[in-house]
Structures are given as structure tokens and as C-alpha cells.
């Protein structure tokens, strides 16, 4: 974990807004604080859980904990969450079982990683809040599994082998929120640093980090509004669907497949299969062929790549939305002598984010003018802000 006070991550207004509502609720002081962020993924989606390439970056954003001994060890853990409000125990003697709030399901799966590795869970009020926009495909739920993680080694004075971490957290919402996601969020979360994005090979499961410091390109994030769950089967749907099509492809995932191959089937797939199998394959190449264009200084190239992800995500994967699809053709429309590299539709899909690169000195308008659009042909507010690629989990004592 990085420490708050020798980096230039700027988590304080979350640091003072988890500690007011920790000492107001517990009435005591808190022992630590700790962090981490969102991400956006820059290109290579839905390709994670199929061994492939992701392309991610921690964001400015962040789920902060705050943590104090109990006044009275109650062998629990209490834990209040800013967005709800109510106080929710957690015993910490034995496996916390799957429960209401659905929220708190975070939290009880991090309990039952540490328990499962044979750590006694110390009795602990923790306090929860967030600057990172619930349901938008920011991985607010990495963010949170993560950050409880780093509290607990925190409080426990240990410190997890990171890809252990990682692990640990995608065990916890593949177990306790029934989302079967790959590892890219969680290692985003947890490997991010600042002024570069992620290039992580899922089958190594090995980030390697790339320089994304050029002051004249800004990641632009532009909100939908539309909340998605990707814990309601459709996440699942396309999963079960890839391990369908690598079967009748005779591969172990879709990884391991190429686009020819999969455009050459034949009967092996039908119609359905053949396009979730056929947005992996390419997405894969497109993602390695975005990293060759980054490295290059080819933006028009990146995000010209980006634009095809966000095709193929629509129309072979079907996860993008109407709101989002309106929101990148007024970007693609917006183009180049406007100060726009590329947008895509970033996340799991069925609405939340998309992700731009455009030129820093043109940020303003264009926000201005998708802004307008997607209100026009919506009749829905966008949410929109400028991130640069951001720390890990980092904490405060």
C-alpha cells in the first residue's frame, strides 16, 4: 500500500468526509484509513474471464474505510455505509453467510477470505464512503472489496502478496455477490499507479505497467445514468456462452482461438456463438493493437480502435445500450478537428460509463456539446469528468 502522505493522490475531502461520519456514528476517533480506486478500462472487454488482454487504469476516484477498535470487543465487525446509513454486524468467529443488505455481501466475502487463510479477524467499526459513481461500470465494487482488504491488513499489520489480494477479492464477489467476473478489476485496484495504465495478460494474470503522462491527452468518463447489475444473469449469460463456443472450438478458452478460426467454424457454432466468440477474438487483437499505437504516439490509430471495440460490444456481445451508443456517435461525429482521439462504452455493459481520449485543451467543449446531446435525445442528465491514470490502494494512518 502506498502511503497517503508520500503520494500526490489527492483522497483527502474523502478522508475528512469518512472520518466525520465514523466519529459521529461510533464516537471515537479512527485508528487508519484506507483507499482504493475505481477504474476505467481503456480497451479489451468481456476478454478478462477468457484468459485474453485488458487494457485498465485506476481513476481519481475512490472507496475510502475508516476503521477504530470497538469500545466494547463485541467480536464483530460493524460496518455503516455512507450510501445506506444503517450499521450492519458481521460476526468474524466462523464464515459469515451470504445476506441482507446485498452491500454488506463485500464486506462478509473479505471477512471469509481472511478467515480462510487462517487470520483471526479482529473486532473492528469501519466505516464506508465512496466518490465512486455506484452501478457505472467503475468498479466501485473492486474498489470496496479491495479497500476492506487493505483495512484488515492494516488493522492485522500484515501485507498480502498483491496477486494474492486480488484474488482474494474477486473470490469474495464471485462467492458472496454471484457475479462471475475475471481479475481485471480487482488487479486494476490493486497494482494501479500513477501516470500509467495497466497491460495486464489475464492468463499470467502479470500487469505491466504503461506511461500514460502526456499533459496534452485526457481521459475523458462520461456517465449515462443508466444503472446496470451484473449480478441480474446476463453477465453470466455471456460467460457460460465463450466457455460454449471455446468448447465446439475444441480450446481450452477463446484465448487460445484465433479470428480466423472462429470466422471458419462452420456449423461448430451457431449464429449466437459465433459473434460472443468473434468479439473475444478480435478484441484481443485490438487491445494488443492499442497498446502498439500508445506506445507509438498514434492516437488517431488508438482510438480509432476504441471505436471498433465499442461496434463489436454492441453488436456481436450486445451489452451496450441505446444512451451509450448515443453518447460515442456524438463523440465519433464530434471527431478529430474537434480534439477527439476515440470513445467506447467501458465496463460490464447495459449502461453506466464511456471512456474518450481527447485532447486536454478541447475538454470543456466537447463536454459541452455531448452534454447537450445526449440531454436532447434522452431527456437524461450526463455526468461527465476528467481523470488521469491514478494510485492504488493506498492508506493513512
Known amino acids: 500500500m502506498q502511503k497517503v502522505a508520500d503520494s500526490a493522490i ?61 469500545q466494547k470487543d463485541h467480536r464483530l465487525l460493524r460496518v455503516q455505509s455512507e450510501a445506506i446509513g444503517n450499521v450492519v454486524e458481521i460476526p468474524i468467529d466462523a464464515k459469515p453467510r451470504r445476506g441482507d443488505p446485498k452491500w454488506a ?34 468498479s466501485s465494487s473492486a474498489a470496496l472489496e479491495v479497500a476492506v482488504c487493505g483495512a484488515l491488513e492494516a488493522e492485522l499489520g500484515i501485507q498480502l502478496d498483491p496477486l494474492e489480494k486480488a484474488r482474494l477479492c474477486q473470490a469474495a464477489e464471485h462467492e458472496y455477490a454471484l457475479v462471475p467476473c475475471g481479475l481485471m478489476d480487482q488487479l486494476a485496484c490493486v497494482f494501479g499507479r500513477r501516470g500509467h495504465a495497466l497491460f495486464i495478460d489475464c492468463r499470467t494474470e ?14 475523458l468518463i462520461c456517465n449515462s445514468n443508466v444503472r446496470h447489475s451484473l449480478a441480474d444473469g446476463e ?4 460467460r457460460a456462452q465463450c466457455q460454449h463456443a471455446a468448447a465446439a472450438l475444441g480450446v481450452t478458452s477463446l484465448r487460445d482461438a484465433s479470428v480466423k478460426e472462429v470466422l471458419t467454424a462452420g456449423p461448430r ?116 469528468f476528467v481523470t488521469q491514470p491514478s494510485e492504488g490502494l493506498v492508506w493513512r494512518a
Open 269 to 384: 457454432l451457431d449464429e449466437l456463438h459465433l459473434r460472443r466468440a468473434r468479439h473475444v477474438t478480435t478484441e484481443n487483437q485490438r487491445t494488443q493493437d492499442f497498446a502498439q499505437a500508445l506506445d507509438a504516439g498514434d492516437l488517431s490509430r488508438a482510438g480509432q480502435l476504441m471505436y471498433e471495440s465499442h461496434a463489436s460490444l454492441r453488436d456481436d456481445y450486445e451489452v451496450s445500450c441505446d444512451e451509450l451508443d448515443l453518447i460515442v456517435a456524438t463523440a465519433e461525429a464530434l471527431g478529430l478537428t474537434a480534439g477527439v482521439y476515440g470513445a467506447r462504452m467501458t465496463g460490464g455493459g447495459f449502461g453506466g460509463c464511456t471512456v474518450s481520449l481527447v485532447r486536454s485543451d478541447c475538454v470543456a467543449p466537447i463536454v459541452a456539446q455531448l452534454t447537450a446531446k445526449y440531454l436532447e435525445g434522452t431527456g437524461k442528465r450526463l455526468d461527465a
Open 105 to 138: 455481501n463485500y464486506v462478509r466475502g473479505i471477512v471469509a477470505g481472511f478467515l480462510e487463510r487462517g487470520y483471526t479477524v479482529p473486532s473492528l467499526d469501519m466505516t464506508i464512503a465512496s466518490s465512486v459513481p455506484l452501478g457505472a461500470g467503475l
Open 10 to 70: 489527492d483522497v483527502h475531502p474523502l478522508f475528512e468526509r469518512t472520518v466525520r461520519l465514523h466519529e459521529s456514528r461510533f464516537n471515537c476517533n479512527i485508528r487508519s484509513f484506507v483507499a482504493a480506486p475505481g477504474r476505467v478500462n481503456l480497451i479489451g472487454e468481456h476478454t478478462d474471464y477468457n484468459d485474453g488482454f485488458v487494457f485498465p487504469m485506476a481513476i481519481q476516484r475512490y472507496v475510502g474505510v475508516a476503521v477504530s477498535p470497538p
Open 235 to 238: 453477465y453470466g449469460k455471456r
Open 206 to 219: 502479470q500487469p505491466q505497467l504503461v506511461a500514460l503522462r502526456d499533459p496534452q491527452l485526457s481521459v
